[in-house]
């Protein structure tokens, strides 16, 4: 998971030209067709291989409060949110900033895991 996250939130992904690109992609109604025939395919397995890592880090932390599809599917929220944010208020939000915040999420989460320190 931390491998996801330091992915997701490094400079050469989350940063405003990718994340414009995307953005304009994704919300183009005349596109969004080809988005999906092109990329629902890797978001499901994406949706699929977070959940089932979270749930072996729920079963290592005897986390039970929140389910693998819940805290996955808040960490995709967080995700593309956390992007947009970096596009239009990149004063506030850097990838850095954004990163720190979703290991501050996992901490709260399992709070005797170190790795998201």
């Known amino acids: 998971m931390i491998k996801i996250i ?20 994704y919300s183009e109604v005349k596109f969004r067709p ?11 397995i ?6 089932k890592l979270i749930k072996e880090v729920n079963i290592l932390n005897n986390q039970s409060f929140l389910t693998p599809r819940e ?10 949110g956390l992007w947009q944010r ?3 208020d990149p004063k ?8 720190d915040l979703i290991k501050k999420y996992f901490r709260n ?3 005797d895991e170190k790795r998201f320190v």
């Open 6 to 25: 330091e992915n997701d939130f490094s400079g050469k992904i989350a940063n405003r030209n990718k994340i414009a690109v995307w953005v304009s992609f």
């Open 71 to 80: 805290i996955s599917e808040t960490y995709l929220s967080m995700v593309d």
């Open 92 to 99: 506030m939000y850097s990838h850095v900033f954004c990163k």
């Open 86 to 88: 970096i596009l239009f």
């Open 109 to 111: 989460i399992y709070a």
């Open 34 to 44: 080809s988005y999906l025939s092109i990329c629902q395919k890797q978001d499901e």
């Open 46 to 51: 994406y949706s699929s291989q977070m959940e």
